[in-house]
């Protein structure tokens, strides 16, 4: 009998501690989960070259525009800017479109773009303004750049550069001082929690080299010293239609799909020197994660993560927020004071002291 009584205790021992572990577990599990502080994602795209003979600058932008897309980031999430429409330049053969590869596959150009500057909007100005969020009140939502302290961005530049700048249009250009301080005032203000920085032009990594800000993983296509290279021209169009680094840069994000496991460090460890043409630098000393846990989709795509709770929330009408429209957003019409109508409005949790932003 007392055998009996001590097999049964031991068991019962046995459970607890079985259970005890799962619960620490769970809570590791949990913890890890929001560890990131990751909770949305943008994507600044800049093309900084006008002129037909720069047709691979814009299809190399447009080829990471239709891939974070397709990835899941939406249109109100990324800022595009283009300083030249050549898929409306008269010497296009085919007009209305832009082809990244001579097999003309894909138009990148596609029927939905959404460019938020173009032509000579694209300046070193707007762009230090639209990342540190320094823009006047008439500028619409859709050309804002509007992320947090949980904002992950991704950052891609491509033109034409050299050892410490990268020039705007052939009028002007931004020097690696200058990129470095624009994020440095994003981070000073709650505007990041990480920044994934790539850049194609010649002697690329000259404008990481100055990065002074936490939380930036940098890449770029070129050491100082050496150019960045087209991939391929078409016979067709008549100029090169995209450059080496962000040709291999597509193939492997084309395999990605928004469910994918890939990490940033396989990536960055797929470029080899003797396709690309050029050495990839990559600077991680200002970024704290293991690259080797980071999965692409944390700057490529928007995958979230999401806590179910049993929470109850009262979405009365009269608990909802009326004045939370700056008076920017407002204007008078037939003498009466009007506000746009917010896109999130707030309302109250009623078990908790917290505001819940739907």
């Not at 009996?4 to 205790?9: E, G, K, V």
């Not at 097999?103 to 909007?121: S, T």
């Not at 296509?221 to 450059?243: M, R, T």
Request: hydrophobic residues 35%.
């Amino acid at each position: 009998m007392a055998a009996i009584r001590n097999t049964c205790l031991s068991s019962l021992i046995f459970v607890v501690i079985i259970a005890l572990i799962a619960v620490v577990y769970a809570a590791e599990d949990q913890e890890q989960f929001f560890k990131r502080g990751h909770t949305n994602n943008w994507a600044v795209l800049a093309c900084t070259s006008r002129y037909w003979f720069n047709y691979r600058h814009i299809a190399n932008t447009l080829s990471i525009y239709r891939s974070v897309k397709r990835l899941g980031i939406p249109d109100s999430q990324i800022i595009l800017m283009l300083a030249d429409d050549v898929a409306c330049d008269p010497r296009n053969s085919k007009s209305g479109t832009v082809y990244n590869n001579a097999n003309q596959q894909i138009n990148v150009y596609g029927d939905d773009i959404e460019v938020d500057y173009r032509g000579y909007e694209v300046t070193v100005e707007n762009l230090v303004r639209v990342l540190t969020g320094r823009l006047p009140d008439s500028v619409p939502r859709s050309k804002r750049l509007l992320t947090d302290e949980r904002s992950n961005i991704l950052v891609y530049m491509t033109g034409h550069g050299g050892n410490g700048f990268l020039k705007f249009q052939d009028a002007e250009e931004i020097s690696d001082v200058e990129l470095a301080n624009a994020f440095e005032q994003m981070w000073q203000k709650r505007r990041y929690h990480e920044i994934f920085f790539a850049i194609d032009t010649c002697q690329a990594s000259s404008m990481l080299e100055k990065f002074y800000s936490p939380n930036i993983l940098g890449v770029a296509s070129s050491l100082v010293g050496e150019d960045s290279h087209s991939h391929h021209h078409d016979p067709e169009i008549g100029v090169a239609v995209i450059d080496s680094w962000t040709y291999y840069t597509l193939s492997y994000l084309e395999r990605i799909k928004p469910t994918s496991k890939d990490k940033m460090h396989n990536l960055l460890q797929s470029f080899d020197k003797s396709l690309v043409m050029s050495t990839t630098k990559i600077r991680t000393d200002l970024y704290k994660r293991d690259l080797s846990k980071v999965p692409i989709t944390d700057f490529f795509g928007s995958v979230r993560n999401v806590e179910i709770v049993n929470v109850s929330l009262d979405v009365d009408e009269k608990k909802f927020s009326q004045n939370v429209m700056p008076e920017s957003q407002q204007y008078y019409q037939d003498g009466i004071r009007r506000q746009y109508s917010t896109q999130f409005p707030i309302i109250e949790v009623s078990s908790l002291n917290d505001k819940l932003y739907l």
